[in-house]
């Protein structure tokens, strides 16, 4: 079982149905990242070079043909991050930065070889979203990236150049000590093992065949 199969209790995570204020019991505070404000942007992008690193297996034979890439994490790294508010908007600013996505890239060599490696592609984000005001906890831009790739060109060595789509979800968030209601711990119920049943159709037959 898990909390949504076959699992029927009152304490595990579910849709509310009737009154939500029923089985309240506490206001408890928890530590969480309180994303203040968010948005996101997808394109395609052209041009975009990956400098390969950390080839596996090292010392491939060039050239190199390309496989595909996609990142290799979602936590995009900023940099050069600016934030300037907005004089005529009250706790909105315009958030500038560089978002950088780890990139695994697959290709073949000249020797027939499967290798991989990393990059990095970077893209620049210029955006207005709600910072809020300064206070003793400093607020933080987060980046959640997604990049996919499956034209590439070999361009030096080393080098490719590719058209991606590419996900980029930037945020403001601080850590919070949030107050919220709460109906108490999780029930945590035992795990369903799996167990591949090899012999189910072949004892569901009949013993002998029909009209004997």
């Given at each position: 079982m898990s909390f949504f199969s076959n699992f029927n209790s009152d304490r595990c995570p579910c849709r509310i149905t009737g009154n939500p204020l029923?089985?309240?019991?506490e206001k408890v505070c928890i530590e969480v990242n309180k994303v203040f404000d968010s948005c996101m942007k997808q394109s395609q992008e052209d041009g975009v070079v990956l400098t390969l690193t950390d080839n596996t297996p090292a010392s491939p034979t060039y050239p190199l043909t390309f496989i595909s890439a996609k990142s290799s994490t979602t936590t995009g790294v900023l940099q050069s991050v600016q934030v300037d508010r907005l004089a005529d908007r009250p706790n909105f600013a315009r958030v500038q930065a560089t978002v950088c996505v780890p990139v695994e890239v697959l290709y073949v060599?000249?020797?027939?070889?499967e290798g991989k490696a990393s990059a990095s592609a970077c893209f620049t984000q210029d955006v207005i979203l709600?910072?809020?005001?300064?206070?003793?906890i400093p607020y933080n831009a987060e980046a959640v990236v997604s990049l996919i790739a499956t034209e590439g060109t070999y361009t030096a060595e080393n080098t490719f150049t590719v058209t991606c789509c590419v996900t980029i979800i930037l945020k403001i968030v601080m850590p919070v000590e949030l107050l919220i209601p709460a109906y108490g711990y999780c029930n945590i119920p035992p795990c369903q093992e799996y167990s591949q049943e090899v012999c189910a159709g072949f004892f569901e037959l009949p013993l002998f065949p029909g009209n004997g």
């Open positions: 029923n089985g309240l019991e060599d000249a020797a027939g070889v709600f910072v809020p005001q300064p206070s003793v």
